[in-house]
């Protein structure tokens, strides 16, 4: 099975910052890596899929990039509603798998 | 739009069993694959199964296969989830979603869920 680590688990940060995320994965995933975006008691919601690719109605301040075992999520400057919690999750194979998660806060 | 609306949850005693079910409107349910995903209170996204839109694939997280089970019964727009020998690790927000592309089961997206349904497993 493919295990996701992903860092940091938290990170403060204030509006207008440059934000980065990581995710790593055990083995090659290709580019079968999605990024989400969850608010608490919400469900989660995709903001990056295929490692780059933009959800249809998510912000152009997110990014995502990597291939085969690294990837990074990037917010260029920080909003209020960015405050969230993050998590990568591969789709490569079965079983899929999560990283542990960033809680982006307010510094 | 997509709407997935999950039910079944709610206090059960350890050993005990729960189905849960989660009810497709909004687009065609036979066509797609669909999966249940899961999140303990104040803790990460679990991934826990998959079906295929035909119901003849079925793949599982290992820590769950065997006492974990989905469904889907395709005339009733409705996935399952059955749940059996609950113990308090499988205390949880359940959440259903659906694939973002019909019939392919291969890299198959969860991309739209259902707001979920809570499962407490205690005495």
């Known amino acids: 099975d493919i295990q996701m680590t992903q860092s940091p688990s938290t990170l403060s940060a204030s509006v207008g910052d440059r934000v980065t995320i990581t995710c790593r994965a055990s083995q090659s995933i290709s580019t079968w890596l999605a990024w989400y975006q969850q608010k608490p008691g919400k469900a989660p919601k995709v903001l990056i899929y295929k490692a780059s690719s933009l959800e249809s109605g998510v912000p152009s301040r997110f990014s995502g990039s990597g291939s085969g075992t690294e990837f990074t999520l990037t917010i260029t400057s920080l909003q209020p509603d960015d405050f969230a919690s993050y998590y990568c999750?591969?789709?490569?194979?079965?079983?899929?798998?999560f990283g542990q998660g960033t809680k982006v806060e307010i510094k | 739009q997509v709407q997935l609306v999950e039910s079944g949850g709610g206090v059960v005693q350890p050993g005990r069993s729960l189905r849960l079910s989660c009810v497709a409107s909004?687009?065609?349910?036979?066509?797609?694959?669909m999966f249940w995903l899961r999140q303990a209170p104040g803790k990460g996204l679990q991934w826990v199964a998959a079906?295929?839109?035909?119901?003849?694939?079925?793949y599982y997280a290992d820590s769950l296969k065997g006492r974990f089970t989905i469904s889907r019964d395709n005339a009733e727009n409705t996935l399952y989830l059955q749940m059996n020998t609950l113990g308090p690790e499988d205390t949880a927000v359940y959440y259903c979603a659906r694939a973002g592309n019909i019939v392919v089961m291969v890299a198959a997206l969860p991309r739209h869920w259902g707001q979920g349904t809570l499962v407490s497993v205690s005495s």
């Open positions: 909004g687009f065609t349910f036979t066509s797609y694959p």
């Open positions: 999750q591969h789709y490569h194979s079965y079983p899929y798998s």
């Open positions: 079906i295929s839109h035909d119901g003849n694939r079925k």
